[in-house]
């Protein structure tokens, strides 16, 4: 028989009441008929005959009909196509089936094998024609591919594994290095050579775990402390900001006409006297020096914070912009580490995190003061202040700051406002006198009231000169820049109301603020 459909894939979309699903190619049998079920997550399972679906009669020039036993809910497809093995199992010369129907019937096997390959081959990863002849491309072994990186050799063409002598390698092109993304943009767009018809090393990691998207963004943390990307104790009155690689050690930088990924190992950036002012948000970037040779770059900090919480924008401000799904410098900046400095032409410099000196030329990363932010990598930053004061009296119907003291408080600094913080107070407290409304809170960026949306900790002493357990919380996003959390106390003015910080046995009591940023 005639027919035009070419055997390709079907799909049915769920939507909670469709179950079947038209086949307008015909099959002579229904064991030809792959089908696979996709559900919400992307989860793919193969489904059986009878079990999972049926099929109308085979060998019906129209097609047939395909119903699913289950019918697909919204979110989740069905697809189905030809699978026809390449055997013949006619002998018409022998086996008495020399009739014209049977015939006819092996030639359209015949031709739906042809296209089902076509279709195999139009999904293939295939030679341009512009390639001689005589091109191939080939693999090498399994077992000598496995656990290796993926690339082309650059004389043979042959797909190799190899170990990448640099990490520079994985994302890099034998002429010019490229981000993964726009190698595989390339790839679909030219047959496997890039639009500038280099000789692309188009790489793939053949292990799992998600490395390949981390590839795309900067790899490391920016931290205090050499060696360590991720700081445990307190780091204060540190002289250099370090970037230390966590997960791989490429930045990559916007070069004119794409990002253009550099190795940057274990590296400082030290701060300089006069010029980190103390008290003050700074933000870091690694970007090219030298529009002539892209390999050129540094690590530096960029101009000082115009405000605690605004970067400004405009001429010699370090003004962002979103460039190419990438933080990178909006105008001309100059960086700057230790007494050198370089000059970075507008968008040439990515935003790897924020800084604040807590002192000239020094930076803390503490459980007080988070003073490191980073812009990729973060990882949640435990804070806390506790007092150790036996004792004070505060009886007065107005909030204050716990014990009058500034440094009942977190203090932090965040580059962008993508992570919720948290904070809560824990403290304990009693008064001379019954019926008296005591109470603590959490303050944004205020000493003398909690912050909006605070769940306020009150209690209303039951009896006199009895101990009460009091906590607060908040939960939010404070914006970008430095900001603090104050631990706020409250008594309504009767009798005298005694708080605790440790009452001298700090093992069982201890009160003070604590928190989350990340960071």
Not at 157 to 164: F, I, N, R, S, Y
Not at 504 to 515: A, E, F, K, M, R
């Given at each position: 028989?005639?027919?035009?459909?070419?055997?390709?894939?079907?799909?049915?979309?769920?939507?909670?009441?469709?179950?079947?699903?038209?086949?307008?190619?015909?099959?002579?049998?229904?064991?030809?008929?792959?089908?696979?079920?996709?559900?919400?997550?992307?989860?793919?399972?193969?489904?059986?005959?009878?079990?999972?679906?049926?099929?109308?009669?085979?060998?019906?020039?129209?097609?047939?009909?395909?119903?699913?036993?289950?019918?697909?809910?919204?979110?989740?497809?069905?697809?189905?196509?030809?699978?026809?093995?390449?055997?013949?199992?006619?002998?018409?010369?022998?086996?008495?089936?020399?009739?014209?129907?049977?015939?006819?019937?092996?030639?359209?096997?015949?031709?739906?094998?042809?296209?089902?390959?076509?279709?195999?081959?139009?999904?293939?990863?295939?030679?341009?024609?512009?390639?001689?002849?005589?091109?191939?491309?080939?693999?090498?072994?399994?077992?000598?591919?496995?656990?290796?990186?993926?690339?082309?050799?650059?004389?043979?063409?042959?797909?190799?594994?190899?170990?990448?002598?640099?990490?520079?390698?994985?994302?890099?092109?034998?002429?010019?290095?490229?981000?993964?993304?726009?190698?595989?943009?390339?790839?679909?767009?030219?047959?496997?050579?890039?639009?500038?018809?280099?000789?692309?090393?188009?790489?793939?990691?053949?292990?799992?775990?998600?490395?390949?998207?981390?590839?795309?963004?900067?790899?490391?943390?920016?931290?205090?402390?050499?060696?360590?990307?991720?700081?445990?104790?307190?780091?204060?009155?540190?002289?250099?900001?370090?970037?230390?690689?966590?997960?791989?050690?490429?930045?990559?930088?916007?070069?004119?006409?794409?990002?253009?990924?550099?190795?940057?190992?274990?590296?400082?950036?030290?701060?300089?006297?006069?010029?980190?002012?103390?008290?003050?948000?700074?933000?870091?970037?690694?970007?090219?020096?030298?529009?002539?040779?892209?390999?050129?770059?540094?690590?530096?900090?960029?101009?000082?914070?115009?405000?605690?919480?605004?970067?400004?924008?405009?001429?010699?401000?370090?003004?962002?912009?979103?460039?190419?799904?990438?933080?990178?410098?909006?105008?001309?900046?100059?960086?700057?580490?230790?007494?050198?400095?370089?000059?970075?032409?507008?968008?040439?410099?990515?935003?790897?995190?924020?800084?604040?000196?807590?002192?000239?030329?020094?930076?803390?990363?503490?459980?007080?003061?988070?003073?490191?932010?980073n812009a990729y990598n973060r990882r949640p930053r435990s804070m806390r202040v506790t007092e150790a004061t036996n004792t004070w009296a505060y009886t007065t119907a107005a909030f204050q700051q716990a014990n009058a003291s500034t440094a009942n408080q977190l203090d932090f600094v965040l580059g962008l406002s993508e992570d919720e913080v948290w904070a809560e107070v824990i403290a304990s407290a009693e008064n001379s006198a019954a019926n008296v409304q005591i109470a603590v809170g959490v303050g944004l960026d205020a000493v003398n009231t909690p912050?909006?949306?605070?769940?306020?900790?009150?209690?209303?002493?039951?009896?006199?000169?009895?101990?009460?357990?009091?906590?607060?919380?908040?939960?939010?996003?404070?914006?970008?820049?430095?900001?603090?959390?104050?631990?706020?106390?409250?008594?309504?003015?009767?009798?005298?109301?005694?708080?605790?910080?440790?009452?001298?046995?700090?093992?069982?009591?201890?009160?003070?603020?604590?928190?989350?940023?990340?960071?």
């Open positions: 028989m005639p027919f035009s459909a070419e055997p390709g894939v079907k799909t049915l979309t769920g939507n909670g009441s469709a179950n079947t699903l038209a086949l307008d190619w015909p099959y002579y049998d229904k064991s030809h008929v792959r089908v696979i079920h996709i559900g919400t997550t992307g989860t793919v399972t193969a489904q059986t005959l009878t079990t999972h679906f049926t099929l109308t009669d085979a060998a019906v020039e129209s097609g047939g009909t395909l119903t699913m036993v289950t019918t697909p809910a919204t979110g989740e497809f069905v697809k189905a196509w030809l699978d026809i093995p390449l055997v013949q199992n006619t002998r018409h010369d022998t086996a008495g089936a020399d009739s014209a129907t049977t015939k006819n019937q092996d030639l359209d096997k015949l031709w739906q094998a042809i296209a089902v390959l076509n279709e195999k081959v139009t999904r293939a990863w295939r030679l341009p024609f512009a390639d001689t002849g005589t091109d191939a491309v080939s693999t090498e072994r399994l077992a000598d591919l496995l656990g290796k990186y993926a690339l082309f050799n650059s004389s043979t063409g042959k797909l190799e594994g190899t170990a990448v002598v640099s990490a520079s390698e994985v994302v890099a092109a034998s002429t010019s290095a490229q981000g993964i993304a726009e190698l595989l943009t390339d790839s679909e767009a030219n047959d496997g050579n890039s639009a500038g018809g280099d000789n692309q090393r188009i790489l793939t990691r053949a292990i799992a775990g998600g490395w390949l998207g981390r590839a795309l963004d900067p790899g490391g943390r920016l931290t205090l402390t050499s060696g360590t990307p991720v700081t445990a104790g307190d780091v204060t009155a540190a002289a250099a900001v370090y970037w230390e690689p966590m997960h791989h050690n490429l930045i990559p930088i916007w070069d004119g006409t794409r990002f253009n990924p550099q190795e940057l190992g274990s590296s400082s950036l030290t701060l300089n006297n006069p010029a980190h002012v103390a008290n003050t948000n700074y933000d870091v970037f690694a970007g090219f020096v030298d529009v002539a040779d892209f390999t050129n770059f540094a690590l530096g900090t960029g101009p000082a914070w115009s405000s605690d919480t605004a970067r400004g924008t405009g001429a010699g401000t370090t003004q962002l912009e979103f460039w190419k799904g990438r933080l990178v410098n909006a105008v001309s900046i100059t960086l700057r580490n230790s007494a050198s400095t370089y000059t970075v032409a507008a968008r040439s410099a990515t935003y790897l995190g924020t800084i604040r000196t807590s002192g000239t030329a020094t930076a803390e990363d503490s459980f007080a003061r988070r003073f490191v932010w912050a909006t949306a605070c769940l306020v900790g009150a209690q209303v002493t039951a009896v006199a000169a009895q101990e009460q357990t009091l906590r607060a919380s908040w939960r939010g996003f404070p914006g970008i820049g430095r900001h603090y959390l104050s631990w706020v106390e409250f008594s309504a003015a009767t009798g005298t109301t005694t708080w605790y910080g440790d009452n001298n046995i700090g093992t069982i009591s201890q009160s003070g603020i604590q928190g989350v940023v990340w960071g």
